[in-house]
């Protein structure tokens, strides 16, 4: 599978944007790029996801290089309610072939966002 | 529209005991999937399914079984429950293509003394 890399942890300021990148350098052609968050002591969001093009929703915008081997999730004014864990995943296919996408998480970013 | 509901919420279990935590959607989704997640860890995939009666492994299946009967409901069962399998269990749900997103239910809070 197409790994992701994340920095740990971030810091933001209440009412200020965040941008939060993410590698993913072996990407290939038909993997979609996904955003999720985890709150505290909850199951993981769906934020957003996108392929090639840059995509906004309410929640946030993701940003795709032009190459596809990075992206950032923009929140346009942070929360304390945004204060997560945010994973970037590739949606892989199946390595034994068809059409058997999942997702493989790793440790995310921790956002922090003071008050 | 519940989206993903798991139960129970939490469960002590002794050492060799069995359970089932069971996971049901009402999204009609073709993929359901079962994550289990450690303190201060990502989350790994136990087993998933993409239909009915199907399964297949994850990366870390072992001292797990599923099952898959009805389309809604994906059930994941421990036959002889050991500590190292307290965790957070997630299930989740999802359309068959990478187009969409996954919907995750709540969690299972499951300690195994």
């Known amino acids: 599978d197409a790994k992701t890399t994340q920095p740990n942890s971030m810091e933001s300021n209440e009412e200020e944007p965040v941008h939060l990148p993410c590698n993913h350098s072996t990407i290939s052609g038909t993997d979609y790029i996904h955003w999720y968050r985890q709150l505290p002591s909850q199951g993981p969001e769906y934020v957003i996801h996108g392929l090639t093009s840059n995509v906004n929703n309410r929640m946030a915008s993701l940003a795709i290089a032009e190459d596809r081997k990075s992206s950032t999730l923009i929140l346009h004014r942070a929360t304390l309610r945004d204060a997560a864990v945010y994973y970037c995943?590739?949606?892989?296919?199946?390595?034994?072939?068809?059409?058997?996408?999942?997702?493989?998480f790793g440790k995310g970013t921790l956002l922090t966002v003071n008050p | 529209n519940a989206g993903v509901t798991q139960t129970p919420k939490f469960r002590v279990l002794k050492t060799g005991q069995s359970m089932t935590l069971l996971c049901a959607q009402d999204m009609n989704h073709e993929y359901m999937y079962w994550y289990r997640q450690d303190p201060g860890m990502g989350l790994r995939l136990i087993h998933y399914s993409v239909g009915e009666g199907t399964t297949a492994k994850g990366e870390v299946p072992d001292g797990y079984n599923v099952s898959r009967l009805k389309k809604q409901n994906f059930l994941l069962g421990l036959e002889s429950a050991a500590p190292s399998q307290t965790s957070v269990y997630f299930c989740?749900?999802?359309?068959?293509?990478?187009?969409?997103?996954?919907?995750f239910g709540s969690g299972t809070r499951l300690t195994v003394v």
């Open positions: 989740a749900s999802s359309w068959w293509t990478g187009r969409h997103g996954y919907t």
């Open positions: 995943i590739l949606r892989a296919l199946e390595n034994s072939g068809g059409s058997n996408y999942k997702l493989t």
